[in-house]
């Protein structure tokens, strides 16, 4: 069992950047692969990015790629999702996720194998 708990959203203009850190409890946060997904009113939730449990492998949705960054750190028990060049697209709310599927997938980007998920966070951008 994990909690994961996000922050750092907000609003912010086109064009800027904001940082979502997503802390987990517990002490095997090293074992779980782990995702950022996002929903925006009216739509589906979408994959983000997506890190492996030895931080070596990442997968990102072609709409971020280029302008998001994900990353953790396993000391921390935590997960971040830098965000740069940011679009009024982008705005949604960013959830984090974990899963501990089995040792030989790396990394994952269908929300069905997320066994946890965070509150969410708020992102807006103005354009």
């Known amino acids: 069992q994990v909690e994961l708990v996000e922050s750092g959203g907000g609003l912010v203009q086109a064009g800027g950047s904001l940082k979502l850190s997503c802390a987990a409890s517990?002490?095997?946060?090293?074992?779980?692969?782990m995702g950022w997904f996002r929903q925006a009113p009216g739509k589906e939730r979408e994959f983000v990015a997506a890190i492996s449990r030895n931080r070596l492998r990442t997968e990102y949705a072609n709409s971020v790629k280029g302008r998001f960054t994900i990353s953790r750190d396993n000391a921390k028990s935590t997960v971040y999702l830098q965000m740069n060049s940011l679009k009024p697209e982008d705005t949604a709310v960013y959830s984090c996720?974990?899963?501990?599927?089995?040792?030989?997938?790396?990394?994952?980007?269908?929300?069905?194998?997320?066994?946890?998920w965070g509150q969410g966070t708020q992102v807006t951008v103005s354009s």
């Open positions: 996720a974990a899963t501990m599927k089995s040792l030989s997938v790396e990394v994952t980007t269908n929300s069905r194998d997320y066994d946890y």
């Open positions: 517990g002490r095997t946060f090293s074992t779980y692969i």
